[in-house]
């Protein structure tokens, strides 16, 4: 390890909002030109901690050291000054702008007219984003739109912002969230370039094979305290684990407990009418079974279940449910007819930020609670919010709490408890478990044995191979928009599913 001497240290940091206490005495160092993990489950104060050092929430006690000198960054553009640079899970590009202009959005290079007007300064700007996206590996023309390129690009473009700041520290929040292994190979070799020019990474993930091979260094918080800092090589999957929660996790899964019955739904040669997207697909799911649909990155997989409940056009192909045909055009009416749909995309059209975890738990199903035919009865509200919050262990300061200040793993119980309330019969829950910490999955994955076993089918789309194999009963592949092959749980593995997931390509 090179470059030893600490580049950042936050003391003793604390910080508490109505209900809870967030961050309880934290101490956090990070070393100049190392990647050090930051790990927990979610609500074990990872993402406070980071908004503290990043001024997006201000200190209640303890002190912040920036390459030697104590530092009070009142907002994000104090930290950016320092150098110190954040890459949000949820990247935010301007769509419809070119990659030059998301790059300097905010501080375009100028140039004077006539020694008296201002104006942007198009061939400085392109030039200056040509030489950021050499460094991290990116061969595009500037004047590219951000809507034409993948996740990874556009991840790769948001690294490159954070070097244009002259960042010495840059924070990655689930970089690889949304990647394929190609794509995060290229992110790692990335990284290594910039630990090479003595960047420092803090790299927060639960993604434990990740950490383990990319970080030089883990700190695992639990519940806003503090537990312990590490050298990576020190560490075991084991070891990681029982930091995190607090106890041994024997099994990854719960036991399998359901017992599929008879068929309850079925999909008959389902064309989308874009000609890119899914073509003549056609499965069957069981009463009382986890039937997982698995494939890579542009497998069409939420485009065929968009498409399953309306929110995407059908071409042709057919629907049944408990062998009646049903017609679905939109949303609304897939769930009238027992269909709920848990979106991949927790944040951006899973949960409404800005109400509460009352309002989003009732959403779904405010139809029930109306009196006098234009009043809630807000007794009934607050009593199915309070059932729901202690049957599936939300952690929630009230019901009167504002969803988006909730941790994913508790977001996502919020979701699944606003469908519950409608009673379905198919659950279709996409990437249910994405950004959740190990201890939070479990309880994700018992829910879903619960609703199994009470005789619901469950529709699951994961990226994980290990959840697949590790929860669903039958597993059905998709390689770009087609089926591939459906596995049962005792056939099924590794290899076979990566086999089917590539056998269009």
């Not at 279709?428 to 199994?452: H, N």
Request: hydrophobic share 40%.
């Amino acid at each position: 390890m090179q470059h030893l001497d600490i580049i950042l240290a936050m003391n003793h940091v604390s910080k508490s909002f109505p209900g809870v206490k967030a961050l309880d005495d934290v101490s956090f160092h990070v070393r100049r030109g190392t990647v050090h993990a930051l790990m927990g489950e979610n609500g074990a104060g990872k993402s406070t901690l980071m908004k503290c050092l990043f001024g997006i929430y201000s200190l209640d006690e303890g002190e912040i050291l920036f390459d030697g000198k104590q530092v009070h960054f009142h907002n994000p553009e104090d930290a950016l000054k320092a150098g110190i640079s954040m890459i949000h899970q949820e990247l935010q590009p301007i769509p419809y702008r070119n990659i030059a202009e998301n790059l300097w959005v905010g501080r375009y290079p100028t140039k004077k007219i006539l020694g008296l007007f201002s104006i942007v300064d198009h061939k400085q700007m392109k030039k200056s984003s040509e030489d950021l996206l050499k460094r991290v590996g990116l061969n595009l023309n500037p004047n590219t739109l951000l809507k034409e390129l993948s996740v990874s690009q556009i991840q790769s473009i948001e690294i490159a912002k954070a070097i244009s700041y002259n960042a010495k520290v840059i924070i990655m929040d689930e970089p690889t969230s949304s990647l394929t292994q190609a794509e995060v190979n290229q992110l790692f070799e990335i990284i290594t370039t910039l630990k090479n020019l003595g960047v420092s990474i803090i790299y927060i993930s639960h993604k434990m094979e990740e950490i383990l091979k990319i970080s030089d260094e883990v700190t695992i918080m639990r519940d806003g305290k503090y537990i312990g800092t590490w050298l990576s090589k020190e560490l075991t999957m084991e070891k990681i684990i029982k930091s995190m929660v607090g106890r041994e996790l024997t099994n990854l899964y719960p036991p399998k407990t359901n017992v599929p019955g008879e068929v309850s739904f079925e999909v008959k040669d389902l064309s989308s009418t874009n000609p890119k997207s899914f073509k003549n697909i056609s499965f069957s799911a069981h009463r009382g079974e986890i039937f997982g649909i698995g494939g890579l990155v542009g497998a069409q997989r939420t485009e065929l279940v968009e498409g399953i409940f309306g929110l995407r056009s059908i071409k042709s192909g057919e629907i049944y449910l408990h062998n009646k045909k049903i017609d679905i055009k939109q949303p609304h009416s897939a769930v009238k007819q027992g269909l709920a749909l848990v979106t991949e995309d927790r944040r951006g059209n899973g949960i409404f930020g800005v109400l509460s975890v009352r309002d989003n738990v009732a959403v779904a199903s405010l139809d029930e609670f109306v009196q006098f035919h234009f009043m809630l009865n807000n007794a009934k509200l607050n009593q199915l919010a309070e059932t729901n919050i202690k049957k599936l262990s939300i952690k929630t300061p009230s019901t009167k709490t504002k969803i988006q200040t909730l941790s994913g793993g508790n977001q996502q119980k919020v979701i699944i408890s606003r469908w519950l309330a409608v009673n379905p019969d198919i659950f279709i829950l996409d990437e249910p478990t994405r950004g959740i910490d190990v201890g939070a999955k479990y309880e994700i994955y018992s829910i879903m044995l619960d609703l199994a076993n009470q005789g619901k089918t469950i529709i699951m789309i994961s990226s994980e191979m290990s959840e697949l194999l590790g929860i669903s009963d039958r597993i059905m592949v998709m390689c770009e928009g087609r089926l591939s092959g459906i596995l049962d749980r005792s056939d099924a593995n590794q290899e076979k599913i990566m086999a089917l997931a590539t056998a269009y390509m």
